[in-house]
């Protein structure tokens, strides 16, 4: 099973990488719109490979989309983790019951001892 995924990450990325190699022409980003440009008088632009931007683009929508379904599982994480908690201390507290005497008059006898 671990072959077939290195195989499968290998012909993703000579797909990658033939893809780059075709599409190695330089174009321009710009920040804003050129009517926009007029009226604030400054123009970002960048030249860039065309993969770079085609890549980049498809990176960041992966951080977004992981992102945000990571903000949207927050509650799941945090009932989760409220769930731990109250069993470890509910495994706890039967552990000490069961290190607890059964007869009551012998845990009496006893705390009268431990207070001694």
């Not at 931007?53 to 990176?59: F, P, R």
Request: proline share 3%; aromatic share 6%; charged share 20%.
């Amino acid at each position: 099973m671990r072959i077939l995924r290195y195989l499968l990450l290998a012909l993703i990325a000579v797909a990658l990488l033939i893809v780059a190699s075709a599409n190695r022409g330089m174009v321009t980003l710009n920040l804003l719109p050129g009517e926009l440009t007029t009226y604030i008088g400054r123009n970002w632009t960048i030249q860039l490979p065309l993969f770079l931007v085609v890549l980049g683009g498809v990176a960041a929508g992966l951080v977004l989309g992981f992102g945000w379904e990571w903000l949207r599982e927050h509650k799941y994480r945090a009932t989760a983790a409220k769930s731990t908690r109250e069993a470890s201390k509910l495994q706890r507290e039967v552990a000490k019951l069961k290190t607890a005497p059964e007869d009551d008059v012998l845990a009496i006898l006893e705390d009268k001892r431990k207070a001694s």
